[in-house]
């Protein structure tokens, strides 16, 4: 036994020994961990992040650049930051900065920013998203606005393509029954796939609710909110939703397996002609999925009654509480190697066209992205750089497009506790989806006093 | 049907049933009800198992449209592509790595203690029982925060004391083994069976001179094969299946397992259910090998080893 | 004397230092992250780091929570379950796997078999299995029959049957062998005296074996129930608690507080209470397994 002991012992020492050599070389250097470097599994993305780390070495001799992929992870996140092994840089998406401020697992950045007027370059509600106090914890990596991926073999079928091959997607949640009802007629498969299964299920319906006109958390600008489940406009998004499943039948099998990841799939395979996603997913529903590029197509978020509009979020770079001024100053150069960055030179130029390269090669549509700087420059830049990597028909993806740029069709997501109150709707949803009848205004009353019960216990209700 | 019956039951003296009830009509109906039960039975445990293997050779759209059972071809290419693609060598390797570690330290040191609260039973022992017994009904996801944070703290200073840093070397893993010696379940079982070996044998290696740790080595852990191969086999089980800790400890480190690996992959971007399932099938392959060439000594040792804890 | 008190310390020193090993193993993985949980369920915290003491004002706040009722209706909705199907069919199985005339060894074995798979794994084969639409697997099964496809996890009051029912499929087999084991310890000439008293098969299985198991029963009872109290991979991973929170459990709570809201010291109050319950249970067991070591 004792040898086996002193065998195990041996073993660790030996390992521990070989790393010291490499571990003392590195001393000297500033350590760049990036936590958003792909995962082993992303071979076109890593070598991407080859041209990145490249340019960035030659031009910071003195950084040592050091892979450390990290999925942000609600249960991940919250050992490590206090442990303080997080990576210099984290990729959060949008709903998390102020909870990870609130935490003080990420550091403020406010003074590099300033030396580098990239502070007055962040679209501005998005920098709000990012600052408590006056103070900025982050910048933007990019944003999405939803709107529907669309299986057009399923369109092809029940005729409902123009000569460009294009879909005649419904205008309107109106038109969606109709169309839908014509796409199940043809194929047997569902109209719309809805999620039910969790908080991404109170997510996209927040999205079909402001079509109806709801408002559903009420800010009230004191850093107060008050719920606002109930209101006439969300008990009919609610009843739409209850007449999409028992009376027109026109939602995938059982919406409450449905997730975030299976809605893909389902377009993909083509048990779904649509689902509410964004456009920074495509390759879910293209590469992962299998759907061939032709056979897809991203429309708007259908309008309702009380108008049209598009749930704008993202996905932010934020950085480790512990990381050094020095360490974040590398990681904002390191920024404009990956072409994320809000200055446009040759460097963030190359940065880009490595990431569409990446992109072409992986076999994900090639379209431009959301900045969320602002600057016509960045724009102009990014689409003269990904022109030549183009292989999809714009014409699939051209109204979506349109429609986001319109002026108030953007939409940020209901503050306040914002996964709570997702919690309580897909929850109302639950029942609703399993039940035909479930009194509908009842339910959304009991959403409402709870969402509210959450709110006065966190202090921020009124 | 009464001769083959009569045969079949021959010399059974446990349970309810004997030779002699073969020629019973009631024996005779219930026995072929047993077997068509136990027939049953056996589906029902293989049938998901085959299914995972063969779905692992549908693509998405088949494993999401089609309704047959088996897949339209047998082509183990998608097995290698995502093996090679998951790296799953890799896990293979590090989850055997995090096993045997953790079989060693749950034979060595529940079973330390356990000798000590059985046999050796120094004053104040009692108490230690007690305490140990209590751990029992604390859920282990509650303090697995507070788990982490002592565990990386430890490892932290360790890994600067060496001078390395701990995820690259067997650091990041050692919490992982340990781990495995401080489970009562297991300890109980050891206390258990430790206080049925015959006290004189003990107690004339004591009168002889031998040290307390030496009986231990030289006498206990001889006689205790069978409770050491139960324990080994829950510890290796336990091991092999644990992934919330081994996930907050091994991510972003080259050690992750294949269970971390599963467990990652419920939310992972670029992997779909076809992937998902090809990762169960990798999972579940070496419990199925170990479990085939062990069975008889896993079955019987789990009987005599459970029915004293 | 004074030769044997010295020996007496001796072994004393020598027993305290053979346990210090794995004293130092337990205090640090488990009693010490336990006793920082009760310490934080009793505070205010920003992220880990404790702010300010607040008294019993976390568990009250637990009100506030919608599915803290429901949670414990449901955590004890799993217990009953588990104890009306997952109870009794490893018993069954026990007296099957020793009565049938063939197949004795291969369905023990068989029985034992899903213990061994990961329950990760085993929770995304039966998703699988679960899954509605004519691609589930036992949909499918229910076509060659002629039945319509059914939502199954999604069905109303069927989630936590359908849930105790996957986790007895994985269990049920090393529970049966430990009755097994049980019942070959049996002395026979109980059952052949029985048969001389007029017993048939079935009258000996409830006069003498079953009687004779009853003190394992009490034991696998308490085992059983503090083992489905802790229960939150299987409805984290297979329904995510609904629908509508139909299969919410109080481990999940914990789970959803500590990972999903970075509120540590409200999921540290829940597992306090957790304890406090399971150790009103274990109390019990011991009750139990005193009284039996008298008998």
């Known amino acids: 036994m004792k040898k086996l002991i002193c065998l195990l012992l041996a073993l660790t020492m030996v390992l521990g020994a070989t790393t010291i050599v490499t571990a003392a070389e590195a001393d000297e250097k500033i350590q760049l961990t990036l936590g958003n470097y792909p995962p082993d599994t992303d071979e076109a993305m890593i070598a991407a992040f080859d041209v990145y780390i490249e340019n960035f070495s030659k031009k910071r001799p003195d950084v040592e650049v050091v892979p450390a992929h990290y999925f942000y992870a609600l249960d991940t996140i919250v050992p490590m930051a206090e442990a303080g092994t997080l990576p210099v840089i984290i990729e959060p998406w949008y709903t998390e900065p102020q909870k990870l401020i609130e935490a003080g697992y990420v550091r403020s950045i406010t003074e590099l920013l300033k030396e580098r007027g990239w502070d007055e370059m962040i679209n501005p509600s998005i920098r709000d998203l990012l600052s408590k106090d006056g103070e900025i914890y982050g910048i933007p990596r990019d944003a999405y606005a939803l709107g529907m991926h669309v299986n057009v073999d399923l369109f092809e079928q029940a005729g409902l393509v123009d000569e460009n091959g294009v879909p005649m997607y419904p205008k309107t949640w109106d038109e969606l029954v109709t169309v839908g009802t014509q796409i199940k007629d043809a194929t047997g498969s569902a109209a719309l796939c809805l999620l039910a299964q969790d908080n991404a299920g109170g997510w996209h319906w927040s999205n079909i609710a402001w079509g109806f006109g709801a408002t559903l958390s009420v800010d009230n600008g004191d850093g107060t909110f008050t719920a606002n489940l109930d209101s006439p406009e969300a008990i009919d998004a609610m009843e739409y939703i209850r007449d999409l499943k028992w009376e027109h039948d026109l939602l995938t099998a059982d919406p409450l397996t449905e997730n975030w990841g299976t809605g893909f799939t389902q377009v993909a395979v083509g048990n779904a002609a649509m689902y509410i996603g964004a456009n920074d997913a495509l390759n879910q529903t293209t590469v992962v999925n299998g759907l061939p590029l032709e056979d897809f197509a991203l429309i708007p978020v259908p309008a309702g009654p009380g108008g049209q509009y598009s749930l704008n979020g993202g996905t932010v770079y934020m950085f480790a509480a512990n990381a050094t001024d020095e360490q974040v100053d590398a990681a904002l150069d390191f920024m404009i190697s990956m072409g994320r960055a809000p200055e446009v030179g040759a460097e963030l130029i190359e940065g880009m066209g490595a990431d569409a390269k990446s992109r072409m090669e992986n076999g994900e549509p090639v379209v431009k992205r959301f900045p969320a700087w602002v600057g016509q420059a960045y724009s102009d830049a990014e689409a003269a750089i990904i022109a030549p990597f183009l292989n999809v028909d714009m014409a699939l993806y051209q109204d979506y497009f349109d429609k986001v740029a319109e002026a108030g069709n953007l939409r940020l997501e209901e503050q306040g506790l914002t996964q709570e109150m997702y919690a309580e709707l897909t929850k109302v949803m639950q029942e609703v989806l399993t039940n035909e009848n479930a009194d509908i205004p009842a339910l959304m009353k009991t959403a409402d006093t709870n969402y509210q019960k959450l709110l006065d216990d966190a202090g921020i209700g009124q | 049907m009464r001769k083959l019956l009569a045969r079949l039951y021959g010399d059974k003296s446990v349970g309810s049933i004997r030779a002699y009830d073969a020629k019973s009509p009631l024996t005779q109906i219930l026995s072929v009800f047993f077997v068509l039960i136990c027939a049953l039975i056996i589906v029902i445990v293989l049938l998901p198992v085959i299914w995972v293997v063969f779905a692992g050779f549908k693509d998405i759209r088949e494993l999401n449209r089609s309704t047959s059972f088996f897949p339209a071809s047998f082509d183990l290419s998608s097995y290698v592509k995502t093996w090679g693609q998951l790296h799953f060598t890799e896990h293979y390797i590090n989850s055997f790595i995090v096993l045997i570690g953790g079989v060693f330290c749950a034979v060595i040191f529940n079973g330390l203690l356990a000798y000590a609260l059985g046999i050796l039973r120094p004053p104040g022992y009692k108490i230690v029982f007690g305490l140990v017994m209590w751990t029992m009904l604390i859920p282990p996801t509650t303090s697995v925060v507070a788990q982490y944070l002592n565990i990386r703290s430890v490892v932290e200073t360790l890994a600067g004391l060496m001078n390395v840093k701990s995820q690259e070397t067997l650091l990041a893993v050692a919490p992982l083994w340990f781990i495995m010696g401080a489970n009562a379940f297991w300890l109980v079982l050891f206390k258990q069976f430790f206080e049925e070996l015959p006290k004189d044998y003990i107690e004339a290696a004591t009168l002889d001179g031998c040290s307390d740790l030496r009986v231990f080595t030289h006498i206990i852990l001889p006689l205790s094969k069978p409770i050491m191969m139960v324990v080994a086999i829950f510890a290796a089980t336990a091991a092999w299946s644990d992934f919330l800790l081994p996930h907050l400890l091994l991510n972003n480190s080259r050690w992750s397992t294949v269970m971390v690996r599963l467990f990652e992959f419920r939310s992972a971007m670029r992997v779909n259910d076809t992937d998902r399932l090809r990762a169960v099938v990798f999972s579940i392959i070496p419990p199925i090998i170990i479990f085939s060439l062990f069975q008889k000594q896993i079955t019987s040792g789990i009987a005599t080893g459970g029915i004293k804890g | ?295």
């Open chain 3, 1 to 295: 004397m004074p030769v044997s008190q010295k020996k007496n310390i001796n072994r004393a020193i020598s027993g305290w230092l053979i346990m210090l090993p794995t004293l130092i193993l337990f205090a640090f993985y488990v009693w010490e992250p336990l006793l920082k949980i009760i310490q934080m369920s009793l505070y205010n915290a920003q992220g880990f780091t404790l702010t300010e003491f607040v008294g019993l004002d976390n568990y009250k706040s637990l009100l506030a929570n919608p599915d803290f009722t429901i949670a414990w209706k449901n955590t004890f909705m799993y217990t009953f379950w588990s104890l009306i199907i997952g109870f009794c069919v490893p018993i069954l199985l026990a007296l099957l796997i020793t009565e049938t005339p063939v197949f004795r060894s291969l369905t023990r074995v068989a029985v034992y078999f899903p213990n061994i798979l990961p329950g990760l794994a085993v929770m995304l084969i039966w998703l699988f299995f679960f899954k509605p639409g004519n691609a589930g697997v036992l949909n499918n099964i229910l076509a060659t029959v002629g039945i319509k496809p059914l939502t199954w996890l999604s069905a109303k009051g069927w989630t936590i049957p359908l849930i105790v029912v996957t986790m007895t499929w994985r269990s049920a087999g090393s529970t049966a062998l430990i009755y097994m084991a049980g019942i070959s310890g049996i002395n026979p000439e109980q059952v052949e005296a029985a048969t001389i008293d007029g017993a048939g098969i079935i009258r000996r299985i409830f006069s003498v074996i079953l009687p004779s198991l009853t003190g394992l029963v009490k034991v696998m009872l308490i085992l059983q129930i503090i083992s489905v109290f802790q229960i939150l991979y299987e409805p984290l991973m297979m329904t995510n608690g609904g629908p509508n929170n139909a299969s919410i459990s109080i481990m999940m709570l914990v789970y959803n507080y500590a990972f999903l809201h970075f509120d540590f010291p409200k999921a540290a109050a829940v597992s306090v209470m957790i304890c406090i319950v399971l150790s009103l249970f274990t109390a019990l067991y011991f009750v139990v397994s005193g009284r039996r070591g008298k008998e």
